[in-house]
């Protein structure tokens, strides 16, 4: 089953739920559940950058459906360069065009189908006002192979654009993870206008900043406008915990102080596994997600420590032999 609602009293406007983290530390976050209802529009968002990143957003997609989440997955895409075969299994994995959604689109406030892509290119050659940049072509974000960007996270602030009336509740995962557990109990985080964020710590090095590879959000084009303004002073914003200016430092800043801790077992990261030297047959029974954060990213074979391995193995296994990691 899933044990999405489990020891949350109904009724209860807000109760406090409280987990020892894999370091012994607890973490508190607020959930709720609101009396009779039941989680609606919930969705599980993740970005694909350009063929390389298929074969991870479709291991990601069947990993949330092996776990019985309940919820939509659905994929911002930074490029509209994908083979009609890799469009296919795209469309299998979100089931239906409305849940691939063009980022182009989002940053313009239209429309977000995949049919919108080629529209949207057309209509609009500008770079993105996010990095506040051209491609060398000028021709925006469009066909390009954002990946190996430096600057490719920044485009996980369009999760605050996705249109509201579609994502009522989201959690952004990146696509370097594996999911051990239903990650579904985290939608039901209370989140309020003075903390309209939910994430884990950014274990080891912090308990008062977050990790943004997995942010429980309600879409919000105000607050997405603010964060790309915010996002323009990134020059001067002080870093949190990575190691170069990412959004982690933009979207750290902007909602320092007003973030609801969640569980850390919804995001243990590779570097407290090996700094707190984790055994990985305990890790695997007590994480519902590890994050395989920086790179070199887990499924390329030039990632050689052992949690790489194992995703590999592991989407190989979900995805089958034409999928081989």
């Known amino acids: 089953g899933h044990g999405s609602h489990r020891g949350v009293p109904r009724g209860s406007d807000s109760v406090m739920h409280t987990s020892i983290g894999l370091d012994g530390h607890s973490t508190e976050a607020a959930l709720s559940a609101p009396p009779g209802r039941t989680m609606q529009r919930c969705s599980y968002v993740t ?102 960007d430096v600057l490719t996270t920044f485009y996980k602030l369009a999760s605050w654009a996705l249109p509201p009336s579609m994502f009522d509740l989201v959690v952004f995962i990146d696509v370097d993870t594996i999911i051990l557990q239903n990650l579904d109990q985290i939608f039901e985080t209370r989140l309020v206008p003075s903390r309209p964020l939910a994430a884990v710590a950014q274990l080891p090095c912090s308990q008062k900043y977050f990790n943004s590879g997995l942010m429980m959000l309600r879409p919000n084009r105000t607050i997405y406008e603010a964060l790309q303004q915010h996002a323009q002073r990134r020059a001067s914003l002080q870093r949190t915990c990575e190691g170069r200016q990412s959004d982690q430092t933009v979207l750290n800043r902007f909602f320092e102080g007003r973030w609801w801790p969640l569980p850390h077992k919804f995001n243990v990261n590779r570097y407290f596994v090996r700094k707190k030297g984790v055994a990985i047959n305990t890790l695997m029974r007590t994480a519902a997600m590890i994050h395989l954060f920086a790179e070199p990213k887990p499924w390329n074979r030039s990632a050689t420590d052992e949690l790489s391995k194992w995703y590999r193995d592991h989407c190989s296994r979900l995805l089958g032999t034409a999928h081989r990691m």
């Not at 074969?55 to 997955?73: D, G, K, W, Y």
Request: charged fraction near 25%; charge should be positive; include cysteine.
């Open 47 to 148: 970005l694909l950058a350009g063929d390389d990143y298929v074969r991870p957003v479709l291991c990601l997609a069947e990993q949330l459906r092996r776990v019985r989440s309940r919820c939509q997955f659905a994929v911002i895409l930074l490029t509209e360069e994908l083979s009609v075969r890799h469009r296919r299994e795209l469309l299998r994995a979100v089931g239906s065009p409305k849940y691939l959604i063009s980022h182009a689109s989002l940053e313009l406030g239209g429309a977000n189908e995949w049919a919108d892509v080629t529209r949207a290119a057309n209509g609009s050659r500008q770079g993105s006002s996010l990095l506040g940049r051209r491609s060398h072509q000028g021709s925006g974000l469009l066909g390009r192979r954002l990946y190996s």
